[in-house]
């Protein structure tokens, strides 16, 4: 197949930066920890590990070589293939679109925190801070601004360098933050909730649950998908840039590793301090109200509250920015690749879109729920398995395994497992998560 000339990463590790900072975000921070703390900790940490073995790192390579194959982003990417699947790139694009805009209000949520924890040395109402309309929509376009002005400059200059500053300090935060959280008193019989197995929860009535373990596994499946950047147009769109020479199969494990690693720390920041000061019902609370209402009381009740507060929402905000950095980029990449423009007229186009398409978002919390929930439970799953289904069965699961390779070998394609991988397992799985969370 004939490339496509386009902008390309420096090299394998300016990839790996990048696709490891856009993995990495708010989800990590808030859902990775709130599901620990509900499938039993150790058990779900397994169960996660496992999963990300066996299904995640195959689905990642999927979309890394759909885009290097092609150096188009989803839409143009899938009309080279085959263009009665093009739908599956618009599916692919649309996903971005749908979630940048309100990605961009949490992230403005983030920029308050930070700043009222910086300058007063508490924590705002979250109530106030939602509904204050004006004050949302500042905070929002203040965020977005910060996130195009890293667009603007391009992939290497623009994108790939602010990811290699922002994740190397995105890691050391959370990494300080965890050994502080395991030195405070009471952090011992968090970790041991947080770590230690325990089977007594896929029990009921001193019996097995198979349906507890169903959702467990359920649980893991989506927040690996969702973890990933996976079915979002994200990994096609940076797999676009990715030079020739890079290692596919490696540097997916060392994305994967990044995300998960970044996501099991947080829960060693999140769940043991808001076990051991608030019990395990507030140590199970998802969403928004973790980060935002949960953890400012715990904050409160800690040692050198600014800073430990200060801190940890400098890393969300960190989190927050390289993973909406990737959103852009997806859109840009894709508005440029289907009309031809250039990338400075691009940017702007989207940047215009995004603060325009936020407002809603910004002034009604129950508007962003909506747009989240049809963005994540159902468009991808829907282009998951879509995606699944074309590589399976349309044109066949060697064509991943010859651009993975380079037309040669690796171990993790022996056995014929990556072919009944995405033909069978993976597409029944994204049913499967489909059909629970509608």
């Known amino acids: ?11 394998q590790l300016g990839f790996i930066i990048a696709a490891s900072a856009s993995a990495v975000g708010l989800g990590n921070l808030w859902r990775f920890p709130s599901y620990a703390a509900t499938y039993g900790g150790g058990i779900f940490l397994l169960t996660y590990l496992l999963l990300f073995l066996g299904f995640g790192v195959f689905l990642l390579i999927t979309e890394i070589a759909i885009g290097r194959a092609t150096r188009l982003s989803p839409i143009e990417a899938f009309r080279k293939l085959n263009q009665r699947w093009i739908f599956v790139g618009w599916l692919g694009t649309v996903i971005p679109f749908l979630i940048m805009p309100y990605y961009g209000v949490i992230g403005g949520w983030c920029l308050k925190y930070l700043g009222q924890y910086f300058f007063a040395g508490t924590a705002p109402d979250f109530d106030q801070a939602v509904g204050n309309a004006p004050e949302a929509v500042t905070m929002m376009l203040l965020f977005a601004a910060m996130t195009f002005a890293f667009i603007w400059f391009g992939v290497q200059k623009g994108v790939e360098r602010s990811n290699k500053v922002m994740m190397p ?60 950047s996976i079915a979002m147009g994200i990994m096609i769109t940076y797999g676009s840039y990715v030079p020739e020479e890079t290692h ?40 928004p109200g973790l980060m935002f209402v949960s953890l400012p009381q715990v904050f409160a009740q800690m040692p050198c509250t600014r800073l430990v507060a200060v801190a940890f929402f400098t890393l969300v905000l960190f989190a927050a920015l390289t993973s909406n950095i990737s959103l852009c980029e997806t859109c840009v990449a894709s508005l440029c690749d289907r009309t031809g423009i250039n990338r400075r007229i691009g940017t702007v186009a989207v940047a215009v879109y995004a603060a325009l398409a936020a407002i809603p978002s910004a002034v009604s919390i129950g508007f962003l729920d909506k747009v989240d929930y049809f963005a994540n439970n159902i468009l991808m799953p829907i282009c998951a398995f879509s995606t699944c289904i074309f590589i399976g069965w349309i044109v066949g699961p060697d064509f991943v395994r010859y651009e993975a390779t380079q037309h040669g070998r690796h171990r993790m394609f022996g056995f014929g497992y990556y072919r009944v991988l995405i033909r069978y397992l993976a597409p029944l799985m994204f049913v499967a998560i489909f059909l629970s969370i509608i």
Not at 1 to 11: A, N, P, Q
């Open 248 to 287: 596919m199969p490696k540097s997916a494990f060392q994305i994967g590793f990044c995300d998960t690693l970044v996501a099991f720390v947080a829960g060693i920041i999140i769940v043991p301090p808001v076990f051991a000061f608030g019990g395990e019902a507030l140590a199970k609370t998802a969403g």
């Open 1 to 11: 197949m004939e490339k496509t000339k386009r902008d390309s990463w420096s090299g």
């Open 169 to 228: 300090a995105l890691l050391a935060l959370t990494v300080a933050m965890a050994v502080f959280v395991c030195c405070q008193s009471g952090a011992r019989a968090g970790l041991k909730y947080y770590l230690v197995p325990d089977f007594s929860r896929l029990m009921v009535d001193g019996r097995f649950s198979p349906p507890l373990l169903g959702k467990m596994l359920l649980a893991g499946m989506g927040q690996m998908f969702f973890s990933l």
